[in-house]
């Protein structure tokens, strides 16, 4: 109870200090909330994140700490610092993957849902910081000052006015130019990265000692070369969420396919007599069913069943041999067939009648014979016999 009350009773730059150390975490590799940007505990995080500053916004804005008719020179400088919070909210929303106004995940099946949401609300919050340190006329170079004034709307630029350049060669020095400079103030300003870890890695509330010990003007001088430094990721990441951005407007959508209910089973009308069914029927178990259960009035089958005048066949061929053996001898079959008329007796013939048959040809052959020789005896066909 304790904790919330003194974390209640910080002030904005105590807030501030420690909502920055938390940022400062996540994008600067030492990866306390997860190596994966998807994972639970990571969104939850950047989420408790966004609404820490943007209630420092809502502060800031109430305070009236901010003019656009004021310079550079103008504010207070324990101010400055509060002109990075678009800034921040800009990454933030840049890696967010949630709901950016109820906070809800996005379903397993269309884990970039809200994608495309947070980086607009990502880009809308970097151009807005950069067209307020144009304001200023300080901050930005004369590249960068130019390609804000180019913008048509300078609070909505379009793809092409932030990504495309007229001139390649220029596009390329400016690479260069920035690179450099980029690397430069990221040395400059390790001393405003250890006094912003140092405060969130002890989360108590401490005073700033830490710049009494410098000038007003080395302190204004840190707070602006980290404005510098800023707007250089700022120009980069509007290039890469634009292109992004213009990925996902351009993916197709999802269609969401409605599953109907289940149907309750129902008696088949007059229209489907039939009573289709694409569902596996399994096999009574019953062996007491009665024909009105296995056969509807309609004639529709209810329960599968088999057809069959003796269930001992039927048994012995699911559980016999699986061949057709022989179950009676050779003989037996011949007898089987013959009984069956499927075979035809071998007709024994009459020896009796043969060989009667057979006897009175040769007889007949004999007597004709025989006839022939009483007509013609013996020598009479010799005409040179003697007469006498």
Do not use: C
Not at 43 to 49: F, H, M, S, Y
Request: net charge negative.
């Amino acid at each position: 109870m304790d904790n919330k009350e003194n974390k209640n009773d910080r002030t904005v730059s105590e807030r501030y200090r420690n909502a920055i150390g938390k940022f400062q975490s996540i994008f600067n590799g030492s990866s306390v909330f997860g190596d994966r940007k998807d994972s639970l505990k990571y969104q939850t995080n950047v989420g408790d994140l966004i609404k820490e500053f943007t209630l420092i916004q809502l502060i800031v804005d109430r305070l009236d700490l901010f003019s656009d008719n004021e310079s550079l020179n103008e504010i207070n400088v324990s101010y400055i610092q509060f002109i990075n919070l678009d800034y921040y909210l800009g990454l933030l929303y840049s890696d967010y993957l949630w709901n950016p106004k109820t906070g809800q995940a996005p379903e397993a099946s269309d884990p970039i849902e809200f994608k495309e949401m947070n980086i607009t609300i990502a880009k809308s919050k970097l151009v807005h910081f950069i067209a307020q340190l144009d304001n200023y006329g300080e901050v930005l170079s004369k590249s960068q000052s130019s390609r804000v004034n180019s913008f048509k709307e300078i609070y909505n630029p379009t793809y092409d006015e932030l990504v495309s350049y007229s001139n390649p060669a220029l596009k390329r020095a400016d690479k260069i130019e920035n690179y450099k400079l980029e690397k430069e103030l990221k040395g400059k300003l390790q001393i405003l990265n250890d006094y912003y870890n140092q405060n969130s890695e002890k989360g108590e509330e401490e005073d700033d000692s830490m710049f009494e010990r410098f000038d007003e003007e080395i302190v204004k001088a840190i707070y602006i070369d980290q404005l510098r430094l800023y707007s250089i990721s700022a120009f980069n990441n509007l290039e890469l969420l634009s292109m992004e951005l213009q990925v996902l407007s351009n993916r197709p959508k999802q269609r969401i396919t409605e599953i109907d209910p289940p149907k309750s089973k129902e008696e088949p009308s007059m229209e489907n007599d039939y009573g289709y069914t694409s569902k596996l029927e399994s096999l009574p178990f019953n062996n007491k069913s009665k024909i009105s259960d296995l056969i509807s009035k309609q004639g529709k089958i209810l329960q599968p069943f088999t057809i069959t005048s003796n269930k001992q066949d039927l048994k012995s061929k699911v559980f016999g041999t699986g061949q057709v053996l022989p179950s009676m001898s050779v003989e037996e079959y011949l007898d089987y067939e013959l009984a069956n008329g499927k075979m035809m007796k071998e007709e024994v013939k009459d020896e009796k009648n043969d060989s009667d048959s057979d006897n009175s040809d040769e007889e007949l052959e004999k007597r004709q014979w025989d006839d022939w020789k009483d007509d013609n005896p013996k020598g009479s066909g010799n005409m040179k016999a003697n007469l006498g």
